[in-house]
């Protein structure tokens, strides 16, 4: 074993433990829950994506039970060789419908939907036009394409427009591209405006709803529903790992589109696709969109009450619009011990700080769910302003 070789991996982690931005992984002990226990501690969980409570839902559960039972445990191929079958495709249908698109095509997870799709769909003569803060799978999309990516100050659609203006008269094809709802942040894409631009200047517009899905718009239609778009946006990602409660992503668009990158998306055709549980637990959460508006309403009035709370302790919950709400705190180091000290008192905040999120802007992330009880929030409250004065951050 030639473990020198690989040395110099051990000190880079070596210089992160120095930097205190070494980050031990929490470990779950039982179900994803507002109430969960991580490392053998009970605590409010502020920190899953799993909006609507859909990660353990009876119904969802016994959904894919019957899958494993009919159909077995794995897919057994990538999509395009033996691995399609009919739970896909049904998942595909009942996805194209919810979002009211021409056709769905369902990928291993969000970050291979995006990444698989700004890849096959824009090459190197062409142009990306891309939102700073947008997420990681969207920047190795735009680098594995190969195309000229220019970045536009946060949700700056002034700075937006520069950029269009300075590529005019260029050939190659121009893809703007923004997340619906920012993951650090809260806040919401400006997309009318954007649209607005992507239809002057020519682009191909591009949204990925990985936390909007399941949040905003009519039974969490998403960003497009939200702001009454349909039908002008040319490519909606969605993820099914959050609100939906189970793991994988979704490209909505033309029928001639997804028919394209059933051809070419690289994750598509070179990874073997979801064993029919999930399929089946999918299916059963887009259902249960329609059935149960009532989540959608309930996540929103918790967020409500949390946000209010927080304000009214004075804390400083920046741009946020949504169930994400950061925490500002200002100094990375201070955020961490924000977090852990939150954490032995019984709620779980990750604390982010630089390079996620820019210098001076740490902060701690909560997100509140569907399923929180008015209690378990109240109780999060007071252990919040308790360790917020005992830090000074109040
Ligand atoms: C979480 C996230 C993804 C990735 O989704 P997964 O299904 O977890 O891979 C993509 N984009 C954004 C904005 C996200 O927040």
Known sequence: ??????QYLSDEVAKLREQGLYQKLRILEGEQRPLA????????????????????????????????????????????????MTLHMELEKKIAEFKQV?????????????????QAI????????SDELNHASIIDGCRLSKAQIRRFPHKDCGGCEKVLQSLTGQKGRKLLI???????????????????????????????DAHASGVLGRNGRGTVDHFSLHGRVDIQVGTLSKAIGALGGYVCSTHGAIEFLYHRARPFLFSTSHP????????????????????????WENTRFFKRGLSNLGFDTGAS??????????????AHQ?????????????????????????????????????????????????????LHIL
């Open 1 to 6: 074993m030639a473990k020198i070789q690989l």
């Open 37 to 84: 226990r991580f490392d053998g501690r009970e605590v409010i969980n502020l920190s899953s994506n799993n909006y609507l409570g859909l990660t353990t839902h009876p119904k969802l559960k016994r959904r894919a039970l019957e899958a494993i039972e009919r159909f077995g445990v794995g897919s057994g191929a990538v999509r395009t060789i033996a691995g399609t």
């Open 102 to 118: 021409e056709g769905a095509v369902v990928f291993q997870s969000g970050f291979t939907a995006n990444a698989g799709t700004v």
């Open 122 to 129: 824009i090459g190197p003569d062409d142009f990306i036009i």
């Open 178 to 208: 923004t997340d619906g709802v920012f993951s650090m942040d809260g806040d919401i894409a400006p997309l009318p405006q954007l649209v607005e631009l992507a239809e002057r200047y020519g682009c191909i517009m591009m949204i990925d």
């Open 276 to 299: 029919p549980s999930v399929a089946a637990t999918c299916l059963a959460a887009f259902e249960l969109l329609d059935e149960e508006p009532q989540l959608v309403a309930k996540l």
């Open 321 to 334: 619009e949504t169930p994400i709400t950061p925490v500002m705190v200002g100094d990375a180091a201070l």
């Open 338 to 390: 924000f977090s852990r000290e939150l954490f032995e008192a019984g709620v779980f905040a990750q604390g982010i700080g630089y390079p996620t999120v820019p210098q001076g802007k740490a902060r701690i992330r909560t997100i509140v769910t569907a399923s929180h009880t008015r209690e378990e929030l109240e109780r999060a409250l007071e252990i919040l302003e308790t360790v917020g004065k005992k």
